[in-house]
């Protein structure tokens, strides 16, 4: 796919969550400036038996007829958290952090107050609608800037989001993407600076979402939302676009006091669970107004489906729940059944019929790298993690699509997909296997070598040749993920409790944001 303008691409967003084990206590905020956000009262008042619960003791396997595959997850509260891993490199940290600098002028000089940067030719375009702007980039920013203490651009991002954001649009808005990049990025805002606008703006959001689940027959989502009127389209929804969405609204219900988003969104996950096969497979595609599977291929990791199972690895870790957990450990078992196999001495997931098993093709993503790296299943994360390795050193930067039986490209472009990074951060801090550190430093420096315009960062549209053909487009997710998951993973960043942070598929940190320290603190 070539991208030299503002025209319509790929808008599948990258999906990764961060398992490193929870903390007990709930919510852990971090003030912008000193204003301590764990301290401001939840919007809607009153308490309800229904909010999701932030997780409070490890009592062992929901199920006892069934082996306890997890072992990783929210820890022991008796016992502090400890450290696998080396020091700090902060000379490579710097350097990380002077990259996505180098990314967010671009898109201050060319972009500002657009949704996304077209870097090569100094352009703009929207991502939701044609029509208007919501600042995607910028809310997508916001808590990079405040891990890597670039106040001055927080009280940017504040300054516009406040005076200039507006969700009564009279426009057809993708619920899946509005969640996970909007809800989250404001939830993960007002976690790092109290901005109680934040919480409001991210409430009346998630009102304006709430028809795609309430109007639907089955309580699984329409695909698309209109934001004035509430109008619902889309009723064949892929399954991540269902299942994606129980940490945004977890969390919105915790902050707001207001179970409805919860509620919602384990609706969801509840009627996909009760539609799978007896092989415990689903399918990839499903008709949100009967119930009934439109297509009959289980992809596993591979996009529209992965961040279904990272979700419910999230509602355990989040909010301790055993639905959650024990539906997580029932499909993360008959994947590993009837889906992995090895090719070559690596690792990978066929596609396969969900009713019968039968083959039904061996491509791979690469969102599909970070998967696995959920359930506390280190081993085999990292051995699907070196398949990827395999395909980076053998293309340098990772294309799109592989068909893994010879590790040949079907897709070439490179969309600036986080996951690699992200695998590395979350092997990294389980593990403290220096493999990580020094395969995502060399995911940096591709990132750098072959990525990098004068006006910021760029896909890729072909992988295979020399040099690299490039496109013109900067996603706004590059602002949220790229650089956090590597920043995060050579710093010591103050700001960052690297013992209790969870991060959302859109690398939002939904957990773990701390004040600042006081001048000369430490």
Known sequence: MTHTGPRVVNRLSRRSVLRIPAAVGGITAGGFLGAPACGVAPLGGGTDSHLPKPFVSRVGPPDPGKPFVSRVGPPDPGKPFVSRVGPPDPGKAREIRAEFLHAWKGYQRHAWGHDELLPVSGGFREF??????????IIEALDTHYVMELDDEVARCLEWITARLDFDLDAEFPVFEAIIRLV???LAGYLATSEQDLLTMCVDLADRLLPAFTRSPTGMPYRHVNLRTGAVTGSTVPLAEIGTNLLEFGMLSQLSGDSRYFQASK???????KRRSSLDLLGTTLNVETGAWVDRVDIALDPPADSFYEYLWGGWAMFGDWDCLRWF????????????ERVGGLLWFKQADFRTGALMGRRQYSLAVNVLAVGGDNPLAGEYYRSWTAVQEKYTVIPEEIDYIHLT???????????YANCAFDLYWQTGDPFYRATSWSYFQNLKEHHRVPGGYTVITDVT??????GD?????????????LYLTFA?????????????????ILRGLQPPLPPGGK
Do not use: I
Request: proline share 6%.
């Open 329 to 340: 450990q029932m499909f993360d078992a008959s994947l590993k059944k009837h889906l992995a």
């Open 492 to 508: 010591d960043a103050p700001r960052f409790d690297y013992a209790s942070g969870y991060l959302s598929t859109e690398a939002k």
């Open 184 to 186: 989250g990025g404001l």
């Open 465 to 470: 040749k020399r040099p690299m053909a490039k």
């Open 473 to 485: 487009y900067c996603p706004a997710y590059v602002f949220a993920e790229n650089f956090k998951w």
């Open 267 to 273: 609706r969801a996950l509840e009627a996909v669970v």
């Open 409 to 419: 490209v079907l897709t070439p472009d490179n969309m600036l997909r986080p996951e």
């Open 128 to 137: 939701f609608s044609d029509r208007y702007s919501v600042g995607l980039s």
